[in-house]
T-cell receptor, first 114, second 117 residues
Framework: SQQGEEDPQALSIQEGENATMNCSYK?????LQWYRQNSGRGLVHLILIRSNEREKHSGRLRVTLDTSKKSSSLLITASRAADTASYFC??????????????FGKGTKLTVNP | DTGVSQDPRHKITKRGQNVTFRCDPISEHNRLYWYRQTLGQGPEFLTYFQNEAQLEKSRLLSDRFSAERPKGSFSTLEIQRTEQGDSAMYLC???????????????FGAGTRLSVL
């Protein structure tokens, strides 16, 4: 079963605009991660935010986390056509040996029109 | 290219046949994961290795599925007697294994897309 739910399911914007995607989750977390997936390809790690952090930046990406609402948002500023992809949030379930399995939502499909 | 490598990229097979996929992780990574992704969904965890030991298996991994990592390097995922419901993208990921708490980022391969006719 999937932990996160991204919203919206699909988003279409013009190049230069900002894109905001939201993620809600159900259980308490240690951290939340965002990944990008280009069509038919593997996932690329974008950013990780820990449960004691409220906001994190990386280049044109800004992630917020509200643990009281069990939600996170990913903002991409000044979008480019190359940002066209699906974006997934993932929470972590602990595995034996100390590793974590990622539990993904269904993703938001972002289209940036030139 | 020093990323996670998966082979083949695409596999088309007939129902009932066996298929095997290979994953070569990033060389110094001791943790390896398999996920399955169906159309319109996010990836779902299948199994996990730390070195050569398979430490966890999802209930999604039926008896027809087997995974190995014989020398703690590359891994194989075999599906026996394939069914149409096995059609999916099979993703492999690896991580360095620096403990817990989000200090262990998983790096994904491009995946193997399986189509069962």
């Amino acid at each position: 079963s999937q932990q996160g739910e991204e919203d919206p399911q699909a988003l279409s914007i013009q190049e230069g605009e900002n894109a905001t995607m939201n993620c809600s989750y159900k259980t308490s977390i240690n951290n939340l991660q965002w990944y990008r997936q280009n069509s038919g390809r593997g996932l690329v790690h974008l950013i990780l935010i820990r449960s004691n952090e409220r906001e994190k930046h990386s280049g044109r990406l800004r992630v917020t986390l509200d643990t009281s609402k069990k939600s996170s948002s990913l903002l991409i500023t000044a979008s480019r056509a190359a940002d066209t992809a699906s974006y997934f949030c993932a929470t972590a379930g602990i595995l034996q040996g100390g590793s974590e399995k990622l539990v993904f939502g269904k993703g938001t499909k972002l289209t940036v029109n030139p | 290219d020093t990323g996670v490598s998966q082979d083949p990229r695409h596999k088309i097979t007939k129902r009932g046949q066996n298929v095997t996929f290979r994953c070569d992780p990033i060389s110094e990574h001791n943790r390896l994961y398999w996920y399955r992704q169906t159309l319109g969904q996010g990836p779902e965890f299948l199994t996990y290795f730390q070195n050569e030991a398979q430490l966890e298996k999802s209930r999604l991994l039926s008896d027809r599925f087997s995974a190995e990592r014989p020398k703690g390097s590359f891994s194989t995922l075999e599906i026996q007697r394939t069914e149409q419901g096995d059609s999916a993208m099979y993703l492999c990921a690896s991580s360095l294994g620096q403990g817990r708490g989000g200090r262990d980022i998983q790096y994904f391969g491009a995946g193997t897309r399986l189509s069962v006719l």
